[in-house]
């Protein structure tokens, strides 16, 4: 302001010294009525949080950077209800699931992409593109003639939504808030503003509009993201690291070719002994150290530093923040060049001039004629028509390239999500609890290490309508038997057979148990239709493990032993990665209909069909039958009950009843056809002597809640 007026009367009144003194009294008169302000640009810091705040700076893009942006519109929650059973009878719970509609601005220039997308500090997006939860998903790359977001324009209404032209920003549309509390995240995006790198000079002359000329100022970055209190903060901020300034009241910046001056005192002097002054500061002046911060794009773009220090100098250290992305040995260069910079700028000359130099003004390079060396003017007087410049001496523009390593970083795994893996069958009772309505286990997987859950749907009406019920639980460990065992006893740990799994991949795996554990109920797997457990685990393949001393037929699953075959279901019993459905009935033919629907299962979904005959809400069969005789000779036959609600066998006398009563049905089938059936009360029948005369089979069976156990089988031939 009144630089530019003083400038031009002084220059219209007194030529090229009027001039001079015009533009340093504008700067004067500036500074007193403005006062002198301190400039901010962007500052290195760790990546920001996400903000939705009025008035906030929008930063403009350059390479490619990671930015949190700004949440610029966003809907209320959407809120989702289903209900399901916990299971053993308890009463259904309801659930209620969230998701989020919002946009985030990213950068005011158009840019040409996304890459990855980090939602606190965990991979949402990976680097082939791959979704690890639940979106819909626009980018607006900002060029002019975007278009309002659909999403926007239908809530917002015809003519009411902006389209951000020359902004460019995304737009999620139904994410799903399960991982993240219910809550939208803290969204951190790698944002690809440019093709190819881009240089610190073609930036400054974009963020200026060609008015400032970054001279030789070529840092390459990888990204930068502009922002600040003034341009000439934003520009500063690129060329303080690197050992530049701004002169000329910010017309260019010094960094390219020096002006040749002679000293009027050498000419005096022509023997070239009176050169003014020249001081040279203690060496403890300057720094023994440069660090310069910056961001790494190997690290995820956290915060990185590099390190010059000067041999045998001791003292202070300086830290310079460059907020860019740049190479590690590139900073290392500017380390080098910064700390080469503040100690050759201990080095102090006056010289003067003749007053036809006038328009040299602080900020200004220089160079001695005759000397090789350059000077940046740090102080201008002009008295007596002679012109006195103090000069500080100033290291070479070029940034030397050193070898340097970035460090090691712990980063976000970025793992494909892949289709979904689907396992549901009826369950036999896994604990000490009865239940009174029949439970469908699911247990879900990936093909993939990255997969984390899939929404379910259920049919019971064969397909024609569909229920949402949730999401799936945890990540099973579900596999394919590649070898079966044998059929064996389920009373003796079978130390003879081995069964083999095959796992999709090496993040699934398994681990042996103790006696203790496996009493506990530890390596409980579904092996096709048997439960087992496994005390011994070998990987002996990628993905394949073997499974040996084996207790079969565990909780009643005693008759699908050596039922296997190659290609059957295994699936490992854990609670936190089962997920169970009550159906609204069950009997023979009722048929429950599964469907997965996850990142990677496309439009149709990953299904499974269970057949749900409640058989497990019936006592398990009685054991150990025995025909005896009574202390008076008569024949009787005992047995000895089981209980779906005392595996455990605590006394080592007697397990819960389990049902409302105690009642069983015995039936004897003789040589000659004919069959005799009795019900008692009791483990135990005295059996008349015209049905223990001739007897072929005897079958017991309890009567429970819900109907009759499978039958215990007595053959007397």
Not at 109 to 136: E, S
Not at 344 to 358: G, I
Not at 583 to 608: F, H, K, N, T, Y
Request: charged content about 20%; hydrophobic content about 40%; some cysteine.
């Amino acid at each position: 302001m009144a630089t530019l007026v003083l400038t031009v009367v002084g220059g219209a009144v007194g030529g090229p010294i009027g001039a001079a003194l015009g533009a340093t009294l504008g700067r004067a008169v500036d500074g007193s009525l403005s006062g002198a302000k301190g400039r901010q640009g962007p500052r290195l810091t760790e990546l920001a949080v996400q903000t939705s705040s009025y008035a906030t700076q929008i930063p403009r893009v350059f390479g490619t950077m990671r930015v949190a942006g700004s949440v610029i519109w966003a809907t209320e929650l959407v809120e989702t209800r289903s209900s399901d059973s916990p299971g053993k009878g308890q009463p259904s719970v309801t659930r209620y699931s969230y998701s989020a509609n919002f946009a985030v601005l990213l950068s005011g220039r158009p840019i040409q992409g996304i890459r990855r997308i980090w939602a606190d500090g965990k991979l949402l997006r990976g680097a082939a593109g791959d979704w690890k939860a639940q979106t819909g998903f626009r980018l607006h790359r900002g060029d002019e003639a975007q278009q309002p977001d659909p999403l926007i324009a239908a809530v917002e209404g015809p003519g009411l939504a902006p389209a951000h032209r020359g902004c460019a920003y995304a737009v999620f549309e139904g994410l799903q808030l399960a991982d993240f509390g219910n809550r939208i995240p803290s969204l951190t995006f790698e944002v690809e503003a440019d093709l190819a790198p881009v240089t610190a000079g073609a930036v400054i002359q974009e963020l200026s509009d060609g008015s400032i000329d970054a001279g030789e100022g070529a840092l390459p970055l990888v990204g930068y993201s502009a922002q600040g209190d003034s341009v000439r903060a934003a520009v500063e901020t690129l060329l303080t690291p690197a050992g530049y300034w701004i002169g000329r009241d910010g017309v260019r910046a010094d960094a390219g070719g020096a002006t040749t001056i002679g000293d009027l005192a050498a000419r005096v002097d022509g023997a070239g002994r009176g050169r003014g002054v020249r001081t040279i500061a203690a060496s403890d002046k300057a720094p023994a150290e440069v660090t310069i911060g910056y961001y790494e794009a190997a690290r995820d773009y956290q915060t990185g530093v590099q390190r010059a220090v000067r041999s045998g100098a001791t003292g202070r250290g300086v830290r310079i923040e460059l907020p860019a992305v740049i190479a590690p040995a590139h900073a290392r260069g500017l380390a080098e060049r910064a700390i080469d910079a503040l100690d050759l700028a201990r080095e102090t000359r006056r010289v003067c001039l003749d007053w036809s130099h006038a328009g040299i003004v602080p900020g200004d390079r220089v160079q001695i004629e005759g000397e090789p060396v350059q000077w940046r003017v740090a102080g201008w007087t002009l008295e007596h028509m002679v012109l006195t410049l103090d000069l500080k001496r100033i290291a070479g523009a070029a940034i030397p390239a050193r070898g340097a390593s970035g460090g090691r970083g712990t980063l976000a795994p970025d793992t494909l999500h892949g289709p979904t893996r689907l396992m549901a069958f009826e369950l036999p009772p896994i604990d000490e609890r009865t239940t009174e309505v029949a439970q469908v286990a699911v247990l879900a997987s990936g093909a993939l290490p990255g997969w984390r859950r899939a929404a379910l749907l259920v049919s019971e009406d064969a397909g024609q309508s569909w229920e949402a019920v949730g999401g799936t639980a945890a990540p099973a460990v579900l596999g394919t038997v590649v070898a079966v065992p044998e059929a064996v006893p389920a009373t003796l740990e079978d130390r003879r057979s081995t069964l083999e799994v095959e796992f999709p991949h090496d993040e699934m795996t398994l681990a042996g148990a103790g006696c203790a554990a496996l009493d506990l109920g530890a390596n409980l797997a579904m092996v096709g239709d048997e439960l087992l457990q496994f005390a011994e685990a070998v990987q002996v393949a990628p993905g394949r493990w073997r499974l040996r001393r084996l207790w079969r037929g565990r909780r009643g699953t005693e008759a699908a032993i050596g039922s296997q075959k190659v290609g059957d279901g295994f699936a490992l019993i854990r609670p936190d990665a089962l997920r169970t459905l009550e159906p609204r009935r069950s009997g023979e033919g009722v048929r429950l209909r599964l469907r997965a629907a996850g990142i990677g299962d496309g439009v149709q979904g990953v299904p499974a069909e269970v057949t749900v005959t409640g058989q497990w809400l019936r006592p398990p069969s009685p054991v150990h039958l025995i025909v005896g005789k009574t202390a008076s000779g008569v024949p009787q036959l005992s047995w000895v009950r089981r209980s779906r609600a005392g595996w455990h066998w605590p006394d080592g006398v007697e397990v819960p009843l389990g049902e409302s009563a105690e009642a069983y049905e015995v039936r004897v089938l003789r040589i000659d056809g004919s069959a005799t059936t009795i019900a008692c009360a009791e483990p135990r029948l005295i059996l008349p002597t015209e049905l223990a005369t001739g007897a072929l089979r005897i079958e017991v069976r309890q009567i429970g809640n819900h109907g009759l156990s499978a039958p215990a089988i007595l053959s007397l031939s």
